[in-house]
């Protein structure tokens, strides 16, 4: 029986990627730091018949990283497929409007690409980037020379073209494609695949604000994104399960690494023309 070690495993995303893994008969490790979601989601689990457990760590924290992972060896064994899940971004370094006009720097009420935080920014940057490399270091560990490993990073469409309003987000997840490249081809003789899927536009908790204002009456930006995605709607979460298990399951992609793959409802593909 395969151990799944899940990193952000409370959030949105990755509860149900957890769920449709722990179908496949697999025991599932969820990690976050917010420990009451990701045990919802293990009692979801257990309750169906699978086997699931919960552990409180932060992915910037490699000490809590590395006592998790004792804990993980002594009551699953080793990690045989890590999905790199946690990432975000924050109010701290998203801008106020899209395009720059020269009075905003006297605005108070605007913050522009001038007023936006180092420390917001490097928030971002390390949840996104440093949230996917302490993980790796510390689980890849039990993978090295074994077959059927794999790591699964989640990317965003953010890696092929950066949004408006989110500079660090943008500029981190383009950083964890790249990442994911590099890490493909330097564990590509110890049997180990790594990919990413980059998703379109799902309703999350953390961009809802930014879709919907607070009488739930979808935003501009919104309306902008859903004219800019071919099949002009968001993505559910479950659309995303077919791409998951197709990279973990080394039988069907054991060829494939050290690639992003776009789930996106053809935003990637459409011109706006």
């Known amino acids: 029986m395969k151990n799944i070690v899940i990193t952000g495993g409370g959030g949105v995303l990755c509860s149900v990627f957890a769920k449709a893994l722990a179908e496949e008969g697999t025991n599932i490790i969820l990690l976050d730091l917010n420990l009451e979601a990701a045990e919802r989601t293990v009692l979801e689990i257990n309750e169906m018949g699978g086997k699931a457990k919960a552990y409180k760590v932060s992915v910037l924290d490699k000490n809590m990283l590395e006592a998790v992972h004792k804990q993980v060896l002594e009551e699953f064994g080793p990690c045989d497929i890590l999905i790199n899940g946690a990432g975000g971004n924050s109010p701290k370094c998203t801008t106020t409007k899209e395009f720059f006009e020269r009075e905003d720097i006297e605005n108070e ?72 490249q590099w890490l493909a081809v330097y564990f590509a003789k110890q049997g180990i695949r790594v990919n990413a899927i980059a998703p379109g536009f799902f309703v999350t908790n953390q961009n809802r604000a930014l879709l919907y204002d607070e009488n739930g009456n979808e935003t501009k930006r919104t309306e902008k994104i859903l004219a800019a995605t071919p099949m002009g709607r968001f993505g559910e979460p479950e659309e995303l399960i077919g791409t998951l298990k197709w990279l973990a399951d080394s039988e069907k992609s054991g060829f494939v690494t050290g690639i992003i793959v776009p789930v996106d409802g053809g935003f990637s593909a459409y011109s706006g023309v």
């Open 109 to 180: 009420y605007i913050k522009s690409f001038f007023d936006l935080d180092k420390n917001g920014f490097d928030f971002v940057f390390n949840l996104n980037v440093t949230g996917t490399l302490l993980p790796t270091q510390v689980f890849a560990v039990d993978m090295i020379g074994k077959q059927g490993s794999t790591i699964i990073n989640i990317s965003s469409m953010n890696a092929f073209t950066p949004l408006t309003k989110i500079p660090a987000y943008s500029a981190a997840k383009s950083a964890v494609s790249n990442f994911t």
